[in-house]
Each structure stands twice: as structure tokens, then as C-alpha cells.
């Protein structure tokens, strides 16, 4: 535990106090920024980064998208950022088209738009970007283009438009197309299992958090830490983690937490969301939980 509470104290310093309870987050980005200033702006983006893996990242991305369109009728865009592919894998059986262009050539056109990237599905107000192989590639071919960190962003102008909330499934790293979700995104949601290992890789998001804040004179609100694959037969061991980030996270967590479910990995070998295969299940009831909760947070004031 005084590991954790060594990681909470380095994170206390990187946030600076902006974190003391859960209505303080990270400023929201400035009123101006140059490619967005006749651009709509009605989509709330979310982007879901951890930079551990195993801790749910895309299970979380698919199921708040799924559930904030499902639960609350909103229309809802879930890009996939990750060249493995993996939120295609886990919604095949809900995705029944073919996308114009892939996000690769969204991203490297000359006036990148991603909507010619997406694709409907049958879960009624969610749509998706297809699985891009290429991603991995693109990502050295933005590197060396002007304004790389903000492509992204530009992409995503004529998708805020037509969209109540656009969800970004972030690579597992800090890489350039990480960087480039972050600076488009007006919310951040952080997966972590209660593990110290996990807690070392929100260390690393807050610390990028403040390079872009520095950098660029923005960065997207913390919307909180989501304990994920939390163990309900460890009570104990789990109330120890849970004071030791009170401690020292104060105000980061959501009050949801997803518990280890058989439901989950089922699912995706279905290629369906939980709500789909086993909608009674724990792992459905969590994620409808989730999404009412961002939803409150986020969407129910505006």
C-alpha cells in the first residue's frame, strides 16, 4: 500500500489540487482553437485510454457507447484508434457493412473527415469505424505531417455535428494516435484494475495530460478512473485497495465499478455486447450502470 500511496502522491503533484473531489476536473478545451472555429460542436468526445493491458479498455469503450445509445437514446460514434482491431472483433455480429474508406485514409487525406470511415450497426444509434490493420503505419506517415497531434480533431469536425457523443478506443500506449485523441477529446475515462501495476500506467496519462495542457493550453476533463475486473469474492483485499486510492486519488474514481464476469469474454466470442447475449448478466448490469453515469455527468445538463 505505501507504493500506491507513493503513486498518489507524485499524481496529487502532476494534477495540481484540479482533482479534490469529483466535480474538479481537468479544464475543458479553449473556446478557440484554429481548425474549429465554425465547426458544430454538439458531440461530447470521450476518449478511454489505460496504458496497461488486460484492464478492459475496449470491453469499456464498446459497452459505454453500446449502452449510452441503448439506455439513452443518443446517437452515438465509437471509433476505433487501435490497429488490433478489436472493437470490430467484438461487435461482428452487430456490423453487417463495409465502410467507403478505412480510418487510415480518413486520417491522411488531404481534408481528413471521418465519416466516410464509419459504419452503422444493428444496435439502433451506435455506429463504428472498421477494423484498420493499417493504423500502426499511419501513425509514422503523421508523425512527419504539420499539426500531427491535431489531426484527429480536424477529422472529427462533421462527425460533432451529427453525433451526441463520439467515444475514442485509444491504442494501449502514448503514442502519436493516443496524443491525437487526447487533444480532440473533452473527456477522459481511465480503466484500471485495483492492482499498483495498473495505478503506474494512470501515472503516465496524468503526466501526458500535463504535457498537452503546457503544450497546446488544453487538455480533456477527467471524467474518472473506472475499476474494472474487480473480484467481488475478495472483499477485504478490495476495500484495503479501494481506502489506499481514497487516500491518495482522491475524487478520481466513479462511483461504478465492473465486476469479473464469465458474461464479458462470452460475449465478445459471440461478437455481440453483453446486453445482447446475456442482458441479465452482472457484467450487462455494470455497464448500464456506467453509461448512466457518464451520462449524468456528462450529457444529462446539456
Not at 489505460?50 to 478492459?56: C, I, L, M, N, P
Not at 465509437?78 to 487510415?104: F, I, K, N, Y
Not at 484494475?193 to 495542457?213: F, I, P
Not at 466470442?269 to 441479465?280: H, K, W
Request: neutral net charge; charged residues 15%.
Amino acid at each position: 500500500m505505501a507504493v500506491v500511496h507513493d503513486l498518489g502522491q507524485r499524481l496529487r503533484q502532476v494534477v495540481g489540487g484540479m482533482v479534490a473531489n469529483p466535480t474538479q476536473t481537468w479544464p475543458s478545451a479553449p473556446a478557440q482553437v484554429p481548425f474549429a472555429q465554425t465547426a458544430p460542436q454538439r458531440a461530447q468526445v470521450i476518449a478511454v485510454a489505460a496504458q496497461k493491458g488486460g484492464v478492459g479498455k475496449t470491453t469499456t469503450a464498446v459497452h459505454l457507447a453500446a449502452g449510452l445509445a441503448l439506455n439513452h437514446g443518443l446517437s452515438v460514434l465509437l471509433v476505433d484508434l487501435d490497429a488490433q482491431g478489436h472493437v470490430a472483433s467484438s461487435l461482428r455480429a452487430h456490423v453487417r457493412a463495409t465502410a467507403e474508406q478505412s480510418l487510415t485514409q480518413s486520417l491522411l487525406g488531404l481534408d481528413p473527415d471521418i465519416l466516410p470511415a464509419t459504419l452503422p450497426t444493428t444496435i439502433a444509434g451506435l455506429h463504428v469505424t472498421g477494423a484498420d490493420k493499417q493504423l500502426a503505419s499511419a501513425e509514422a506517415q503523421l508523425a512527419s505531417r504539420m499539426g500531427r497531434e491535431m489531426i484527429l480533431a480536424r477529422a472529427l469536425r462533421s462527425a460533432r455535428g451529427g453525433y451526441d457523443v463520439i467515444v475514442l478506443d485509444c491504442p494501449p500506449n502514448l503514442g502519436l494516435l493516443t496524443l491525437n485523441a487526447l487533444y480532440a477529446a473533452d473527456h477522459l475515462l481511465v480503466p484500471c484494475d485495483l492492482s499498483v501495476l495498473a495505478l503506474e500506467g494512470v501515472d503516465d496519462v496524468m503526466r501526458t495530460l500535463q504535457n498537452l495542457q503546457l503544450m497546446f493550453g488544453r487538455a480533456p476533463a477527467l471524467l474518472g478512473l473506472l475499476h474494472t475486473r474487480v473480484d467481488r469474492r475478495n472483499p477485504k483485499q478490495n476495500a484495503a485497495i479501494r481506502r489506499a486510492l481514497q487516500q491518495s486519488y482522491q475524487g478520481l474514481s466513479l462511483q461504478t465499478e465492473i465486476a469479473t464476469n464469465t458474461a464479458l469474454p462470452g460475449a465478445q466470442l459471440a461478437g455481440q455486447t453483453v446486453f445482447a447475449s446475456s442482458p441479465e448478466s452482472t457484467g450487462a448490469r455494470d455497464y448500464s450502470a456506467l453509461a448512466s453515469e457518464v451520462f449524468d455527468r456528462v450529457l444529462k445538463v446539456r
